[in-house]
């Protein structure tokens, strides 16, 4: 067997440079490995990809198309998409990539950090109710930027607003105004490892995950189970209830999730906030007391799952225990 196994984002990827490998090497498989994003990477541009469907469908090439979301059919079949098109494409979603990634870079990167992940408990002081950090302007993201204000909660928090790249935003309630927090984290946003001094400062953690169409969680969500924060998500439907299936616990003694059901982002991004600001009737520290089991308990089924490589697709273990010699690119890492 011939795999082609290419990373998205990484040289080689372009559907040109994945044509000219399909014609040079007539592979047997093409592993398209996306696993640090929900959504495939077409962009819309036809022309460009075509070529590439149709020598794939040419030479009866399959295709393992490995996705961090969850698999969402009203996406992944929707024929504009690069699996959609693909005649014999089969979509692997590995959901715990980016809490692998968490545990690791914590490990490397940010050893502080790994202690409070290994410390039972840990405690801090509180002087505001939540954090929440929003680098790209997604329109998800400012509908959260505008249902904070709305609900009167903006002042309670602290909130970066970056926009980097300048996206042209829509708001209701919400001035615009970027907001940065402490200078390292501005100055790198590849310091996603290493949260601002304010991240500890808070009991919560309003987390704007990167898609709210296919359930998708990052080190955006795991950062705040690593760190021992309660937390709510802003994403796809369901996005919070649906961490219970991987062993973790939600904060449904002082929270009502009902919220997580409503179809509306617009609508359920609201209704998140207002539950954000129900919580103001607690103290800070009853807040990090009433949460206290279940962050512990997600806290351990981080490491649990990050420790015994729990949630590994098969697709992936039958990848990784190919020999080398069967990988056209000799790459062989497809887990990571």
């Known amino acids: 067997m011939k795999i082609l196994s290419v990373n998205q984002w990484a040289e080689g990827s372009s559907p040109k440079a994945m044509l000219d490998s399909i014609v040079k090497y007539s592979p047997n498989l093409l592993v398209y490995k996306g696993s640090s994003e929900a959504r495939t990477p077409e962009h819309g541009n036809e022309e460009d990809w075509q070529p590439l469907y149709d020598e794939i469908a040419k030479q009866g090439i399959k295709v393992y198309y490995i996705t961090g979301g969850e698999i969402f059919l009203p996406y992944y079949s929707d024929k504009s998409t690069f699996v959609g098109r ?45 954090i929440s950090l929003n680098n790209l302007a997604h329109t998800h993201r400012q509908h959260l930027m505008d249902y904070l204000c709305k609900n009167a909660i903006f002042n309670h928090g602290y909130i970066s ?43 919560v953690n309003v987390v704007s995950e990167s898609d709210d169409l296919i359930p998708f969680y990052t080190e955006k969500t795991w950062l705040a189970v690593a760190l021992s924060k309660m937390f709510f998500i802003q994403g796809a439907v369901g996005i919070n209830t649906g961490l219970t299936k991987y062993g973790f616990r939600i904060f449904d003694n002082i929270v009502d999730y009902s919220f997580d ?76």
């Open 86 to 130: 693909l005649p014999n494409c089969t979509i692997v979603s590995n959901p715990m990539y980016f809490l692998r990634q968490t545990y690791d870079s914590l490990e490397v990167s940010n050893r502080d950090g790994f202690k409070i992940l290994n410390t039972p408990h840990p405690e801090f002081k509180f002087n505001r109710l939540f």
């Open 161 to 203: 607003w970056l926009n980097r790249h300048d996206y042209k935003c829509h708001f209701k309630y919400y001035s615009g105004e970027k907001i940065t927090l402490d200078q390292p984290f501005k100055e790198d946003m590849h310091k996603m490892w290493n949260p601002p001094i304010q991240y500890f400062e808070t009991p």
């Open 261 to 336: 059901f409503i179809q509306d982002v617009e609508e359920r991004t609201d209704l998140l906030t207002q539950e954000v600001k129900k919580l103001e009737k607690y103290s800070y520290n009853d807040i990090w007391k009433f949460t206290r089991d279940v962050r512990e308990h997600n806290r351990l089924r981080l490491i649990e799952i990050a420790k015994e490589n729990l949630f590994i697709p098969s697709h992936i273990k039958w990848l990784n225990d190919l020999p080398l010699n069967n990988f056209i690119n000799k790459e062989k890492k497809i887990l990571i």
